[in-house]
């Protein structure tokens, strides 16, 4: 019953205040909307950064003479190996031509194939960083059969660096734009709340509960931060068609971006107004 009345008089508050709830929904909703691209980013970044730390890898060169099973099967058993790949010379010279398609008139030059056999070997994820890729190489160098291995493992120590950078600016930048939104909500619950201060006194002289003056404004900041969601899924499902055209295979996951954004107007709406009634009711 408490709650039924407390929900007709959010709807009242609502509606008496709509030019201010309006207002101050068009900003959460962008806000919300900003939220909602730093996690499409992030997703997508994570995705490339995970798909490049497969790609870590040794590629060891063999002599004309090598055994490449036996090297195989050696390379194998070594610590943090995860999977040995043979590449003939002529898989590997394949390669080549297909990743230099508009440039084979530069392999012509060669009367026969200059690119030697090779086996590729792929690292558990713990030894993919620049000290683990020597030690393994090292050992691989040490076999009989072997001519040389490549592994760039500076290349590897820089992507992991920027991996942590972009991991600590992923949570300043969460942080600041959630507390954004938790402020704009809190602004108008804040502003609503002193726009009926006179009604809520009398309320409190007649004996109404803190709880019972908080449900309309509680439930102004959910349906607020839930409409705020709402928008904001529509302009990131816009803002991801645009983009498909410039970048290909976006990761967007379209109901857990839905459920997120939901969730994430709900909760921070919610937290919004308990803060401005905390103030308020103290």
Do not use: C, H, W
């Not at 909703?29 to 730093?38: E, K, N, V």
């Amino acid at each position: 019953m408490a709650i039924g009345i407390g929900i007709r008089e959010g709807i009242r508050t609502i509606t008496r205040n709509s030019s201010l709830f309006f207002l101050s929904l068009l900003v959460a909703a962008i806000s919300l909307f900003l939220l909602s691209i730093f996690a499409l980013v992030t997703v997508n970044l994570y995705a490339l950064v995970r798909n490049l730390d497969e790609k870590i890898e040794i590629i060891a060169f063999l002599d004309d003479r090598a055994d490449a099973q036996n090297l195989k099967a050696s390379i194998q058993k070594v610590n943090g190996v995860q999977e040995v790949i043979y590449v003939s010379s002529k898989q590997a010279l394949t390669d080549l031509q297909q990743e230099m398609q508009g440039s084979r008139e530069i392999l012509n030059i060669f009367e026969d194939n200059p690119l030697p056999a090779s086996l590729r070997v792929k690292l558990q994820p713990s030894l993919r960083n620049g000290k683990g890729l020597e030690q393994v190489s090292g050992k691989i160098m040490l076999m009989n059969g072997i001519r040389e291995t490549i592994f760039g493992g500076e290349l590897v120590d820089q992507l992991k660096r920027i991996t942590k950078i972009i991991t600590v600016f992923d949570l300043a930048l969460l942080v600041i734009i959630i507390l954004s939104v938790i402020f704009v909500i809190f602004q108008t619950i804040k502003l609503t709340i002193f726009a009926r201060a006179p009604e809520i006194e009398v309320m409190r002289l007649v004996g109404a509960s803190d709880s019972f003056i908080a449900i309309p404004f509680t439930f102004q900041g959910l349906i607020q931060g839930l409409i705020g969601g709402i928008i904001a899924f529509i302009l990131t499902l816009v803002t991801v068609r645009i983009g498909s055209s410039f970048f290909n295979q976006l990761y967007f996951p379209k109901m857990y971006f839905f459920l997120a954004n939901l969730m994430a107007g709900v909760i921070l709406g919610m937290i919004g107004s308990g803060i401005a009634l905390r103030k308020f009711l103290k």
